[in-house]
């Protein structure tokens, strides 16, 4: 069975840095690129980032640009998000999805919440 | 502001049929694949819609979808209590190099 699972979410301060992990089961990592959405509370969805299946090509949001960084772990199949400065608008639920035959994302995990307080 | 215009809320009787739009530009839905997925707060988003009017595995078949220039639609046919969820259109911005999605759409069942 395809699955993602994300982990690292938290409560950090405003500056402050964290980790992201989203552990990936059920298919071939190299095959498929991989998004990292996020939703803030009361918000819609909003594209963060998104990875190549081979690793080289990464594209962010305006919003993340300079302060997030995608990365995978292809030989332990994990796709992680570095973020740092966050931002209070940062805080919200972050979902890693798989993206599909014609760019859809198919395959979503439950997600990671990260709030930004101080 | 969304690249991607869905109105806010949509609402009607069970049994009847809703229509949802999105309303893009050349750079994404004019020249790109466009999905649609429906998200239950609090469970992980579901793909609906993909390339256009394709449904994804385990969408009935009351649910559609289509295109014409910049602007595509989702229809919900037979609307039954299940259906309430936010509903996001999203494509691929070729000018932007970003996903796009709507601001999302809140089904209401009457």
């Known amino acids: 069975d395809v699955q993602l699972v994300e982990s690292g979410g938290g409560l950090v301060q405003p500056g402050g840095s964290l980790r992201l992990a989203c552990a990936i089961s059920g298919f071939r990592f190299s095959n498929y690129a991989i998004h990292w959405v996020r939703q803030a509370p009361g918000k819609g969805l909003e594209f963060v980032s998104v990875i190549s299946g081979n690793g080289y090509d990464s594209y962010y949001a305006d919003s993340v640009k300079g302060r997030f960084t995608i990365s995978r772990d292809k030989s332990k199949n994990m796709l992680f998000l570095e973020m740092g400065s966050l931002r209070l608008e940062d805080t919200g639920r972050y979902f890693c999805?798989?993206?599909?035959?014609?760019?859809?994302?198919?395959?979503w995990g439950q997600g990671t919440v990260v709030t930004v307080s101080s | 502001q969304s690249v991607l215009t869905q109105p806010p809320s949509v609402s009607a009787a069970p049994g009847q049929t809703i229509t949802i739009s999105c309303s893009g530009t050349s750079s994404n839905i004019g020249t790109n694949f466009v999905s649609w997925y429906q998200h239950v707060p609090g469970a992980a988003p579901k793909l609906l819609i993909y390339d256009t009017n394709n449904r994804a595995s385990g969408t009935p078949d009351r649910v559609s979808g289509s295109k014409s220039g910049t602007s595509a639609t989702l229809d919900i046919s037979g609307l039954q209590t299940g259906d309430e969820a936010d509903y996001y259109c999203?494509?691929?911005?070729?000018?932007?190099?970003?996903?796009?999605f709507g601001a999302g759409t809140k089904v209401t069942v009457l």
């Open positions: 999203g494509a691929w911005d070729t000018r932007l190099s970003v996903y796009v």
């Open positions: 999805a798989r993206v599909g035959p014609y760019y859809g994302l198919d395959y």
